[in-house]
């Protein structure tokens, strides 16, 4: 590749991405600049950046979009597109690619794992032997997550590879999606509403999208139930953030395992504070070996651009 061809990385990835990006191209590194720094950084490269690095957090908007007109390509390192303005990207006629095959297994063990932690108590159990409180006395019963009647807002690569690891604890298994998914053997419901009435585990699986944008408000909580658990692997957005956390606080909710937050990185206050809820910084993809294989595949797209071949997994 030339190197001469600028690449905008948004956010620091990766060091490997990282390096392998510099190997080929002109890497800027758009972080490092002061944020009140940033609109002059952009127009001062304006003419050398033809490609934007973004992935799951940050991606460009339109503002990121004008400011850079030789730009032709955005590679996701995310499955996720929520943080791209696709409209924008149509608009030019700029390609979009992203990672969706790269990070399903890791995504779909976290929902499990997720599941389970929160089920189990496993970290306020933690916290109770830290806190040499067994020397007291035994740690409160749980409830199990094997034979669970499982509930998952869509059935996509993810979603179908939760239900596969939820069947082999010998769940049931129903969903919700945009539609009925003609060779699937799991039961399917029209609304979320009517999958949270029939599930005592609801796991978000799907896309971000204004649809699907609060696709968990209160009326599905409420559905869902005072022994209920939501796991959310997606984003943080799907879910009524405020409600939520009335629902767990008022005990109209049973428990909650969240890898991703609305308003991320900020958590509310009174969440922290429940023992009912298990928290992780929105890493279900963060493995070292699904990162490489992650920048390994946004690599290849940008040299497949640049080199007039094939996209590898194009959006737009």
């Given at each position: 590749m030339e190197a001469s061809i600028g690449v905008l990385l948004i956010r620091p990835l990766s060091a490997y991405l990282q390096q392998e990006l510099?190997?080929?191209?002109?890497?800027?590194?758009?972080?490092?600049?002061?944020?009140?720094?940033?609109?002059?950084?952009?127009r001062e490269h304006s003419n050398s950046i033809r490609a934007v690095v973004a992935n799951g957090v940050q991606g460009p908007d339109a503002e990121m979009i004008d400011a850079l007109p030789l730009l032709e390509i955005v590679a996701s390192h995310s499955s996720g597109l929520d943080k791209i303005d696709l409209d924008k990207c149509r608009e030019r006629g700029i390609r979009v690619t992203y990672t969706p095959d790269a990070l399903t297994d890791e995504v779909a063990d976290m929902a499990i794992l997720l599941t389970l932690a929160t089920v189990r108590r496993i970290c306020e159990a933690d916290q109770y032997v830290r806190r040499s409180e067994w020397k007291n006395a035994d740690f409160k019963l749980t409830t199990k997550f094997s034979g669970k009647a499982v509930g998952i807002i869509g059935l996509g690569r993810i979603g179908s590879a939760i239900a596969k690891r939820a069947e082999?604890?010998?769940?049931?298994?129903?969903?919700?999606?945009?539609?009925?998914k003609p060779n699937s053997r799991y039961k399917y419901y029209p609304s979320v509403i009517e999958l949270a009435l029939d599930s005592q585990i609801l796991i978000v699986a799907c896309a971000l999208t204004h649809e699907t944008r609060h696709i968990v408000n209160r009326d599905?909580?409420?559905?869902?139930?005072?022994?209920?658990?939501?796991?959310?692997?997606?984003?943080?957005?799907?879910?009524?953030?405020?409600?939520?956390?009335?629902?767990?606080?008022?005990?109209?909710?049973?428990?909650?395992?969240?890898d991703v937050l609305e308003n991320e990185p900020e958590a509310p206050t009174r969440l922290?504070?429940?023992?009912?809820?298990?928290?992780?910084?929105?890493?279900?993809?963060s493995t070292v070996e699904t990162r490489r294989v992650m920048a390994d595949l946004v690599v290849q797209n940008l040299d497949a651009h640049f080199s007039g071949k094939t996209l590898l997994t194009p959006v737009i």
């Open positions: 510099c190997k080929r191209y002109t890497l800027f590194k758009f972080w490092q600049e002061p944020q009140h720094l940033r609109r002059e950084f952009l082999a604890f010998g769940c049931s298994i129903g969903y919700h999606s945009r539609s009925q599905v909580i409420d559905a869902l139930g005072s022994n209920g658990v939501v796991i959310n692997i997606a984003r943080g957005s799907h879910i009524d953030e405020a409600e939520l956390v009335s629902a767990l606080v008022e005990g109209r909710l049973g428990g909650a395992g969240l922290l504070g429940l023992d009912n809820v298990v928290l992780s910084p929105h890493v279900g993809a």
